[in-house]
């Protein structure tokens, strides 16, 4: 492939090249710059900020306010930090996207796998559900964790994500296995397996790059979602997201700047995390339908 | 009663019938070929044998019990794959293995029905690859080995060697051939590739459009075709189809046929019921290696006929030589020795095998008996 794609591109000349390079560098420097500033001012005395200029690097380099966001902050009217929120948060993400593309990946295997009537029409149907705007379901699914006792509570906020999810994930599913040969899944029938086990055993093995896709898309949305956690879950059960605004807002008197670049890079941690440790397989598992191995 | 019964069955999607009333009752250890062009229902017939696809109607029964509706791995049936099929994320062993195991046989049991499939089928040294580490012939193999270790009734094979390259194709034919002439075990096997047909079975069914044309041995097959579709489909190159009309000549049909210069040639047939079509039009059937040069002619046969036209076309391909004329307004064929000495556009002596040549009815294009 890496020859493919070198015999491909348009050669250029060396001046193109460095116009080109420095197009990039600048490119990087004016995304990075924003983050650089967070990050410098997150580990400055308050003073540095409110007293001097916010694009000087430190003059005393301290860890207190992160601590401070950590752990001691003002979030609404606890000094709790934001330590419990990000436990929330962690509660949320990990069994909703679990959930959600466990689910996806059960209806990708049988959307494909095994005819049944109406199933373009519930895929459709079920596609759709990716463009229903979020503000839409407010009401209604108020309503619903409501009547299932789930209002205000991380299990609420589950429920909500993963039927959101589903679209999504779904859709990631069964594009990828509509590639995957039904002579496998009829292999595995003479063999004896059954539905789950053919699931489990044949399928499943073979879907680690949709998996990172799906596991990665889930969990950055989840994660970064503000609507739905401060829709249904305020107080003390909610999310990182919405712990965060708090945080801002809640600051009586004086603006503790450097807190708040810290206490917004935490928040932002886990989603770099997770593009940093899974990104490369994040492009390949893109990548994965449209090119043959 | 056989040991595989197809009993009138039919296969419809929706409103369209894509088999018609199938029947075919195969005996233990008979090596049936479904054959036809793609599309034609082989796969789906075969599939409803594995109960991989519902049987709209009839019934299908193994070995004396009819599984209509049986589920596909307790019909004691196995199948190998045009794609093969092996698990890409289990090693070759495990592949092998992988049917024994839903069927819950005992690791030590597993591992011995292992040993010896791979021992059978060479390929010890490839148990613990994974199928993407093999080449194609290689894959071929492991698909037979997981199809074999479960000693099935009935083994299922749907264009298995269509993906090979033409070489290992021959040679795995010949494989298949040894293992099943070993095993004696019944094989219903798939292909569009007549040759494949015709070097394998014991007996084939020779499909179009849904429909079963000719269930046959294939000798029969090949010397007396049901029909048009047949007689044209199995043979390489195909059998001539000339236009020609029955005249009685001293008591006996003769079919009269056009040369290239406009002039009449008349070869007497040797199936005395013919003269029941005097004077009316057929459709001759000569295979190519029935019309020859008179050195090369059939030396069994006791009706051999001259018939003087052009040639047009000379082809060597090594072993043979083929000579094309026209006959009958068509493109004829004739398969001649390889040495013999031919130039196009010459006028030339070719003789013809009448023993084997047929007629068929050109309305409805079977063939015209006994
Ligand atoms: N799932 C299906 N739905 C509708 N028609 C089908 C389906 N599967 C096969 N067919 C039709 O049935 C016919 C026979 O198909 P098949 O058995 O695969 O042919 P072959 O194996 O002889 O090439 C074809 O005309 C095909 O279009
Ligand atoms: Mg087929």
Not at chain 1, 118 to 132: A, E, P, Q, R, V
Not at chain 2, 181 to 195: P, S
Not at chain 2, 262 to 283: C, E, K, T, V
Request: net charge neutral.
């Amino acid at each position: 492939m890496m020859s493919a794609a070198q015999t491909q591109s348009v050669r250029t000349g060396h001046v193109t090249r460095m116009f080109i390079y420095l197009f990039l560098l600048l490119s990087a420097l004016f995304y990075l710059l924003p983050f650089f500033i967070m990050l410098t001012n997150s580990v400055k005395p308050l003073g540095e900020i409110t007293g001097g200029n916010m694009m000087s690097l430190p003059e005393v380099f301290t860890l207190e306010p992160w601590k401070a966001a950590w752990s001691s902050a003002q979030v609404g009217v606890e000094p709790t930090g934001l330590r419990p929120y990000f436990w929330n948060s962690i509660r949320m993400v990990v069994p909703a996207v679990f959930i959600s593309t466990i689910l996806g990946a059960l209806n990708g295997y049988v959307l494909t796998k095994w005819r049944f009537r109406f199933d373009t029409i519930l895929f459709g149907l079920m596609l759709f559900s990716c463009f229903i705007p979020f503000q839409i379901v407010l009401i209604p699914m108020a309503r619903i964790l409501g009547i299932l006792g789930l209002a205000g509570s991380t299990y609420g906020l589950i429920l909500v994500h993963v039927v959101y999810g589903i679209g999504f994930s779904t859709l990631y599913f069964r594009n990828y296995y509509a590639a995957f040969p039904t002579e496998l899944v009829r292999a595995a029938q003479i063999d004896g397996a059954r539905f789950f086990q053919i699931f489990r055993r044949i399928m499943l093995p073979s879907s680690g790059p949709i998996i990172v896709v799906c596991v990665i898309w889930q969990f950055t949305n989840i994660w970064n979602d503000f609507l739905f956690g401060a829709s249904f879950a305020s107080g003390s059960g909610a999310p990182m997201t919405v712990a965060l605004n708090n945080l801002v807002q809640s600051s009586t008197g004086v603006k503790e700047y450097n807190v708040h670049f810290a206490g917004a890079i935490l928040a932002a941690l886990p989603t770099l995390l997770v593009y940093i440790v899974a990104g490369r397989y994040f492009v390949r598992g893109l990548m994965a339908g449209s090119v043959k191995g | 009663m056989g040991f595989l019964d197809i009993r009138n069955v039919t296969k419809s999607y929706g409103r369209v019938e894509v088999l018609h009333r199938v029947d075919i009752s195969v005996e233990e250890g008979e090596f049936l070929v479904l054959v036809g062009p793609s599309g034609c229902g082989k796969s789906t017939l075969l599939n409803m044998i594995a109960g991989l696809e519902d049987i709209s109607s009839g019934d299908i029964a193994i070995n004396g019990r009819v599984v209509n509706g049986v589920h596909p791995s307790n019909r004691n049936i196995a199948m190998v794959f045009q794609s093969y099929a092996l698990y890409p994320n289990m090693t070759v062993g495990q592949n092998i293995t992988f049917g024994l195991e839903m069927h819950g046989v005992p690791r030590p049991e597993r591992e011995k029905a292992m040993k010896e499939v791979a021992e059978l089928l060479q390929i010890g040294q490839l148990l613990d690859r994974k199928p993407g580490q093999l080449s194609g012939g290689q894959r071929q193999r492991v698909a037979m080995g997981r199809a074999l270790v479960r000693n099935p009734d009935v083994f299922l094979f749907d264009e298995p060697l269509s993906n090979l390259d033409a070489k290992l194709r021959v040679n795995m034919r010949t494989e298949i051939k040894k293992l099943h002439e070993k095993l004696k075990t019944t094989i219903v096997y798939v292909t569009h590739d007549q040759i494949e047909a015709m070097t394998l079975s014991t007996r084939i069914a020779v499909m179009y459009q849904g429909h079963v044309q000719q269930l046959g041995a294939p000798k029969e097959i090949y010397d007396t075709p049901a029909n048009l579709f047949v007689a044209t489909f199995m043979g390489s190159p195909a059998m001539n189809i000339i236009p020609a009309q029955v005249v009685m000549q001293d008591d006996r049909p003769h079919a009269r046929v056009t040369t290239r210069d406009g002039s009449h040639a008349m070869l007497p047939f040797s199936q005395a019921n013919l003269a029941a079509w005097d004077g009316r039009d057929i459709l001759l059937g000569i295979r190519p290696e029935a019309i020859t040069d008179p050195d090369g002619a059939d030396r069994k046969s006791d009706n051999i006929v001259a018939l003087g036209n052009h040639i047009g076309l000379t082809e060597p391909a090594g072993s043979d030589t083929f000579v094309t004329m026209t006959l009958g307004g068509r493109d004829t064929i004739a398969r001649m020795r390889a040495d013999v000495s031919v130039s196009p556009g010459d006028r030339f002596e070719f003789a013809v095998n009448m023993d084997k040549a047929i007629a068929f009815d050109p309305g409805t294009e079977d063939r015209i008996g006994p």
